[in-house]
């Protein structure tokens, strides 16, 4: 990397910044470019030292004309990873912020899964597996087991390739996913056990994972099917709608959240991992996964340093 590219107060720890975050796997490019103009914009404020006061922070950080709120979000968030790296590098004068930008009027909220609710389901999709009345029966179960043990969108589940599922090393590869990010996906004793149970049984297609009796790939037809079932079970959202198969994906990763909590583990740390595995390109998408861990697991918040951005993004971006 050209240091000479920065030029500012940061000229010399936003490189290492940046060589870190490539270390994780990111391309890094947004917080690349973001940090070259906070460091040029400082450095014409005339600051020297690698300072962020609350004023610097609230001044840079300030809804800008013609900018919407995502991308002030977009913003916000990188300046609050690098000042949480500026910390833990040994900086003082270095503040975290909690701006909130301008509120959306989404009204998404993502359903979170419960584990009473995981046993009602469970139970009703085990006593129909291979229930011959539809096909979805032979397939909905391990759909429902991957999708909650695994956080793939649905798509990627559906679009599965049976050389994409070695269950020997209990992996699952998604090749070009969403925003063309390819990565591997390990699974559980139980899971890999669950699925060549499937497979002795169903699978008749040597090429989709999940297909029907013709060998042709599911299709979206199964999301309205097991709506029906949520209905039917009384499992349903404050407005009396039934959840969605992707609130599976933000179960799993408030779970993982809250596990990794509980563990003692720096969620700083570790939110690009989960970054990695769940294919997100940046880590902005997986700061909603914190902001609902927040909301459903208060002991998060309950630390001395906050991990969590203190925005909700204009909607669920993530989804299949």
């Given at each position: 990397m050209n240091n000479n590219n920065f030029i500012g107060p940061f000229k010399n720890i936003a490189p290492l910044y940046i060589e870190?975050?490539?270390?994780?796997?990111?391309?890094?490019?947004?917080?690349?470019?973001?940090l070259k103009r906070l460091d040029k914009y400082f450095y014409n404020k005339g600051i020297t030292e690698v300072i962020l006061t609350k004023d610097m922070v609230e001044e840079y950080g300030m809804l800008r004309e013609n900018e919407s709120p995502r991308t002030q979000a977009k913003r916000l968030s990188?300046?609050?990873?690098?000042?949480?790296?500026?910390?833990?590098?040994?900086?003082?004068?270095?503040?975290v912020h909690h701006i909130m930008p301008s509120k959306s009027d989404s009204k998404f909220k993502p359903y979170i899964y419960s584990e009473h609710d995981l046993n009602i389901i469970f139970n009703y999709l085990d006593k129909?597996?291979?229930?011959?009345?539809?096909?979805?029966?032979?397939?909905?179960?391990?759909?429902?087991?991957?999708?909650?043990?695994?956080?793939?969108?649905?798509?990627?589940?559906?679009?599965?390739?049976?050389?994409?599922?070695?269950?020997?090393?209990?992996?699952?590869?998604?090749?070009?996913?969403k925003e063309n990010v390819t990565r591997i996906v390990p699974i559980s004793e139980s899971l890999s056990e669950s699925c060549k149970?499937?497979?002795?049984?169903f699978l008749c297609n040597e090429n989709y994972f999940l297909c029907d009796l013709k060998g042709n790939k599911i299709n979206s037809h199964i999301t309205e099917y097991f709506q029906k079932i949520l209905k039917k079970l009384n499992i349903l959202r404050p407005d009396n709608t039934p959840p969605r198969l992707h609130d599976f994906r933000f179960t799993f990763a408030v779970n993982a959240l809250e596990k990794m909590d509980k563990n003692g583990q720096d969620l700083?740390?570790?939110l690009p991992i989960l970054c990695k595995y769940l294919g997100h390109k940046n880590i902005e998408a997986t700061e909603y996964y914190l902001l609902l861990?927040?909301?459903?697991?208060?002991?998060?918040?309950?630390?001395?340093?906050?991990?969590?951005?203190?925005?909700?993004?204009?909607?669920?971006?993530?989804?299949e």
């Open positions: 870190y975050k490539r270390s994780l796997g990111f391309n890094s490019e947004s917080e690349y470019n973001e990188i300046l609050k990873q690098f000042a949480i790296y500026l910390q833990k590098m040994g900086y003082p004068n270095i503040y129909h597996q291979y229930d011959t009345n539809s096909i979805f029966n032979c397939v909905l179960p391990i759909l429902i087991r991957i999708l909650y043990g695994t956080g793939l969108r649905r798509g990627e589940a559906i679009n599965l390739n049976n050389t994409d599922v070695d269950l020997d090393k209990k992996i699952i590869t998604i090749y070009n996913g149970t499937y497979k002795s049984k700083y740390t570790t861990a927040k909301d459903y697991f208060i002991n998060i918040t309950d630390k001395k340093e906050k991990y969590y951005s203190d925005f909700k993004f204009l909607k669920d971006d993530d989804n």
